[in-house]
């Protein structure tokens, strides 16, 4: 798949893009030894081995499941360790960044040290993935999945219908961002959301009822919807996180109401699986079963809508490489939509574009409420809006 840069980055890509959002080291830090926030974040994936090993070992479709999965905590679990000892073990260093010059051409010590952030995060990422492969293990979390889309697709037309029911625009804007946040939640790659997932289940109406009170960590709502009023957008690209309730009862209401309001909306997905986040092919199947006979959503046509395969195969992303497909669509957007923690928050939250965009997710890491100065299940709502 040939990959290039996301055209509504300003250029040069080099000096005006930076994915990464909290420093992991900077130029001056001895790439022998592991900085704080490296040990932090590398100890975030060390706590998630146990429920990527229960995953994978009642993963049916490969044999040997238990031993392999086995293998894999253990291999993978060495990986950590030996980064916590020296960072530039098993080709070098995590976090990518051990000098100026191993950065951007002609970056500044700024732009070098948040670089580095985004590489590490793709490394501890991509680690897991490339290991999980290699042992046979190509979605350890296609069961739950499709559980929980199925699910999901049971409570789509009454999540639809609370939201069309709301006169009030604004009112029905504020429940749709709910929605979203209330989704977002659904995010295994987060230990200890995943061991009460396991334990007790999410509800998304519950959730979007009892979020933590306003104002958020960061909340551009207001601002956001003042511009909504004005119907100032033509074409949205949303850059789309989570399988189950995330998409379906999430962003889709969104997507839904952008459609109504006469805007057309590209979809971006994954192109491989990463923790439960929804491929393009699965998010293409789910509207397939959400559409009916006419190829509408609930009264509102679809022909505005389309599904694109982003190229990334991580829970974060990095927009200076994504699919020439996504690119082409992406040309005449006006707004841009990034959800979740990982790509939304974790990278990409001081992402500048040429045109509006808007940052949304969940904070489900202690490491990233702190860095915010927020709380656990804070909400982000950023809107950069670009003056004309």
């Not at 680690?127 to 559980?147: N, P, Q, S, T, Y």
């Not at 709301?166 to 995943?194: K, P, T, W, Y």
């Not at 500048?352 to 890491?365: E, T």
Request: proline residues 5%; contains cysteine.
């Amino acid at each position: 798949m040939e990959m290039v840069p996301f055209p509504l980055i300003p250029k040069p890509i080099e000096v005006n893009y930076r994915a990464c959002t909290i420093p992991y080291r900077f130029p001056s830090d001895n790439p022998k030894i592991a900085t704080p926030t490296e040990i932090s974040w590398i100890n975030v994936f060390a706590n998630s081995i146990p429920s990527f090993k229960k995953r994978a070992e009642s993963d049916t479709t490969v044999s040997d499941a238990p031993a392999r999965a086995q293998q894999f905590a253990e291999r993978y679990g060495g990986i950590l360790e030996d980064w916590k000892k020296d960072p530039e073990s098993h080709g070098g260093p995590p976090d990518g960044v051990v000098s100026q010059k191993n950065g951007p051409l002609n970056c500044s010590d700024e732009l070098c040290f948040t670089w580095s952030f985004m590489v590490c995060l793709q490394s501890l990422g991509r680690a897991r993935e490339h290991l999980l492969r290699e042992l046979g293990f190509m979605d350890i979390f296609k069961k739950v999945k499709d559980e929980e889309n199925a699910k999901a697709i049971s409570l789509f037309p009454e999540v639809v219908s609370l939201s069309d029911a709301i006169e009030d625009e604004g009112e029905r804007l504020q429940n749709l961002v709910r929605g979203m946040f209330a989704g977002n939640i659904f995010d295994l790659g987060s230990a200890q959301l995943a061991e009460v997932f396991s334990r007790d289940g999410l509800s998304f109406l519950a959730t979007s009822q009892n979020l933590v009170p306003k104002p958020w960590v960061i909340d551009d709502l207001d601002s956001f919807q003042s511009n909504w009023f004005k119907n100032h957008w033509k074409k949205a690209v949303i850059f789309v996180d989570n399988s189950g309730a995330d998409i379906i009862l999430g962003i889709l209401p969104f997507a839904r109401e952008m459609l109504r309001r006469g805007m057309q909306v590209v979809l971006a997905a994954n192109d491989l699986p990463a923790i439960n986040d929804v491929t393009y092919t699965e998010l293409t199947e789910i509207l397939s079963q959400l559409k009916d006979e006419d190829g509408q959503l609930i009264g509102v046509d679809t022909s505005n809508l389309l599904v694109a395969n982003s190229g990334n195969d991580l829970a974060v992303i990095d927009l200076s490489r994504v699919s020439q497909e996504l690119a082409d669509i992406s040309t005449d957007a006006d707004l841009v939509i990034i959800e979740g923690m990982g790509r939304g928050i974790e990278t990409n939250l001081y992402a500048q574009f040429k045109c509006d965009s808007l940052k949304i997710g969940m904070v489900k890491h202690i490491e990233v409420a702190e860095f915010l100065g927020g709380r656990l299940y804070d909400c982000v709502f950023k809107y950069n809006e670009v003056q004309s």
